[in-house]
């Protein structure tokens, strides 16, 4: 806004800011057209990055032309489905086999308990209550064991002085007889703890000193990372300090042996007695505190509690029952062990959980019915050929010396329960007697599954899936159809050089429906006749219906034509290709290796390679020039060339916006000046005039 004092009109009477207006117009005209050219450049930076699309996408297309899998799909026949099935990758050999017999299918190992779980069929056990609470009902009662089974979850902080460990809290004193269990990554670790031992990639060192234990793993451990463990204390304990706020403390798990807890408040001492409801209540003295839940391991405090025990430290010790049990399987992996804890406060399910999540690959299973557990192995196979344990998969402990809840009260005796599968599938494939542990297996890229046992032979036969590639070249071709219409359409867009764009003052004269009909005209035929598009067309044609002369090609399809594709008939169309299918489905299916090679052949030369090879690198070149010359969406103005314009067209519109503002003030201060004049002189005349009247 210009600061000089206007005054408009008042002596003249005449419309000042009217005639500075059309003053103003004609001189903006060389303004109008810089904003036009600039106009017309954005326009032409947004039509060449929409036709850059199809470039890269065109581009993506014959990046996966030029993978094998676009020419190898293989289809399978199988003369009896319901005893053999197949499937067949890419790199199969094309072909037939013959499995003559399979004289036993693959069996995944199954383990059923000996006896019914329950004292009484008409009150079994329940699957969702606390082991604790049913402890009558199991026919063979549970053996207890008194400590703590904590679960924690350790978050590795990313030691810089030893980044292979991992320090934290034990939440009691850890009971050495019972291996820690760790977890990470869904990976489950075997704990050493002696530390001359050599740490594989499997195993975890364990150490403890001063409440804290430290595992070690052989590689470094990345800051953030969870780690799972599990492991049993000989009282579990817990430490708080006591705020205004402290309302509640939850222990690390339930169904607490109450004559084992201890708890101190800062100096005092906490004694329970018999609450309500299976509580027990909590005093300093005679005042009570709160209330424990041996049930949930919760303690709730009165409402007072924070405000007057504010800052004191609270250390809690407390047990609960707990049982334990051993399983091991043979696997695929080898050997497998797994110790598993289990309080009194968990369930049936809990403990299927549990081992159903385990790293054993097992499927631990409770039949209502039967009141029975089976196990099985996930996978199938026979893992345990050996003499070892005899020959079984699953090993359950045989220890009839010591009590495990597995054998004992669940009834997996280890010896008379019986274990059925964990066979392998033996079979006859081209005469050759063979085995495999599992029913689905894979030979020279052919997959495998066997359905039955059978002694009549069945073939699977392996061919080209001519439909697959078909439709891959198909879609090869549809894509660079596509192309050449978006580029061809350009190339022929009419332009209207009547239409520029228009000025602000222009629009507000026009309906929104006139103002977009004249922009489509404004806009049209920007890149008409453009060489960067025009040079890219004629490079793919020609690059398309030359020969590809490779030695690898045979000579009766070394070009599209000879394979059913050609251009067609119009040439206004600028060179689009279509597809004669029956052609294109002989050539495949006769010379399947040459109409691979016709489009991803590669070579020294031009002439040598593909035609998928060649199109890339031209379109990898056309594209590249595009964004030399109109940029990305992520580009600044200053890295591409109409962007450059630009900022010297907004340059320029700045510098004429400052001349004519200065021209408008010269205007203003002209007109001013003669208002003036022409007040002064009015002021003289009205002063004579008054003077001659007077006398």
């Known amino acids: 806004m210009s600061s000089i004092q206007r005054i408009t009109g008042l002596a003249s009477g005449m419309d000042i800011d009217s005639i500075v207006e059309k003053m103003m117009t004609a001189a903006k005209q060389p303004l109008v057209k810089l904003q036009q050219q600039k106009q017309i450049l954005e326009w032409q930076e947004e039509d060449y990055r929409t036709l850059n699309q199809k470039y890269f996408d065109f581009r993506s297309t014959l990046s996966n032309m030029k993978l094998t899998s676009k020419y190898r799909a293989r289809t399978t026949t199988s003369s009896n489905e319901s005893y053999v099935t197949a499937t067949a990758a890419n790199n199969a050999s094309l072909g037939s086999t013959t499995i003559q017999s399979v004289k036993q299918l693959a069996t995944a190992a199954t383990r059923v308990a000996e006896a019914p779980i329950s004292t009484d069929s008409s009150n079994k056990v329940d699957l969702n209550q606390s082991l604790w609470k049913q402890s009558g009902n199991f026919r063979r009662s549970i053996e207890w064991s008194q400590g703590g089974v904590i679960s924690d979850t350790i978050t590795a902080k990313g030691d810089s002085t030893d980044p292979t460990s991992v320090t934290f809290d034990l939440k009691g004193t850890l009971n050495s007889n019972m291996p820690m269990n760790v977890k990470m990554n869904g990976k489950t670790y075997e704990v050493m703890t002696d530390p001359s031992v050599t740490l594989s990639d499997n195993q975890v060192l364990l150490t403890t000193a001063g409440g804290q234990a430290t595992l070690k793993f052989n590689s470094n451990i990345s800051a953030g990372t969870s780690i799972s463990v599990e492991y049993v204390v000989d009282k579990a304990t817990k430490s708080a300090t006591v705020s205004s706020d402290t309302k509640s403390i939850q222990l690390d798990f339930g169904d607490i042996i109450t004559d084992s807890f201890t708890m101190t408040v800062g100096n005092n001492n906490v004694s329970l007695s018999q609450g309500t409801d299976g509580n027990m209540n909590l005093f300093i003295g005679s005042t009570q505190i709160g209330t424990l839940n041996p049930e ?3 303690i709730d405090f009165n409402s007072d509690f924070g405000s007057i025990y504010s800052g004191s430290a609270i250390q809690i010790s407390y047990q609960q029952n707990y049982t334990s ?24 399910n809990d403990v299927i959980s549990k081992v159903n999540n385990s790293n054993l690959g097992l499927t631990m299973y409770y039949d209502e019915y039967k009141d029975m557990f ?9 893992f345990n050929s050996s003499s070892s344990v005899d020959g079984k998969e699953i090993i359950i402990s045989s220890d009839t010396d010591t009590y495990d809840f597995l054998r004992d009260t669940l009834k997996f005796s280890g010896s008379t329960d019986t274990e059925h599968g964990g066979t392998n599938a033996v079979f006859n494939i081209n005469g050759l007697d063979t085995e495999r542990t599992s029913n689905t297996f894979t030979i020279s890229g052919v997959t495998y599954t066997l359905k039955s046992e059978f002694d009549s032979p069945v073939t699977i036969s392996v061919s080209n899936d001519v439909d697959t590639i078909y ?11 596509s ?10 867009e009419d332009r209207y050089p009547d239409y520029a764009p228009l000025t602000d003052d222009q629009r507000k004269e026009l309906t929104d429906t006139q103002q977009d009909q004249w922009d489509k005209k404004a806009r049209s035929g920007l890149l008409r006749n453009d060489m960067t598009l025009k040079s890219s067309l004629s490079n793919m044609r020609s690059l398309i219906y030359s020969k590809v002369n490779n030695a690898n090609i045979s000579s009766e399809y070394n070009q599209l034509s000879s394979i059913g594709i050609t251009t067609t008939s119009d040439w206004l169309e600028g060179g689009k290709l279509e597809i004669n299918e029956d052609k294109l489905k002989a050539a495949i299916q006769n010379d399947p ?11 020294s030369t031009t002439s040598e390679k593909g035609i998928v090879q060649r199109l890339y690198d031209s379109v990898n070149n056309t594209y590249n020039t595009i964004v030399d010359k109109a940029g990305k969406s992520t580009y600044v103005n200053t890295q591409f060339t109409i962007g450059k314009n630009i900022n010297d067209l907004t340059d320029k519109i700045r510098d004429m916006n400052d001349k004519l503002g200065k021209l408008e003030d010269r205007y203003y201060a002209q007109f001013t000046a003669m208002e003036q004049a022409i007040q002064k002189y009015n002021s003289q005349y009205t002063y004579l005039s008054s003077f001659f009247s007077n006398s």
């Open 296 to 298: 949930t391991g919760k």
């Open 325 to 348: 049990f051993n399983l091991k399987t043979y696997t695929s992996s080898g050997l497998v062990n797994g110790n598993f804890y289990i309080g009194a406060d968990k369930t049936l």
């Open 374 to 382: 089976t196990l099985t192995r996930k996978e199938t196979g026979n």
């Open 471 to 481: 439709n891959n070249i198909k879609n090869f071709v549809d894509q660079y159809n």
């Open 483 to 492: 192309l050449i219409d978006a580029v061809q359409s350009k190339l022929n």
């Open 593 to 603: 290796d040459s109409v691979e090679l016709l489009f991803r052949a590669t070579g």
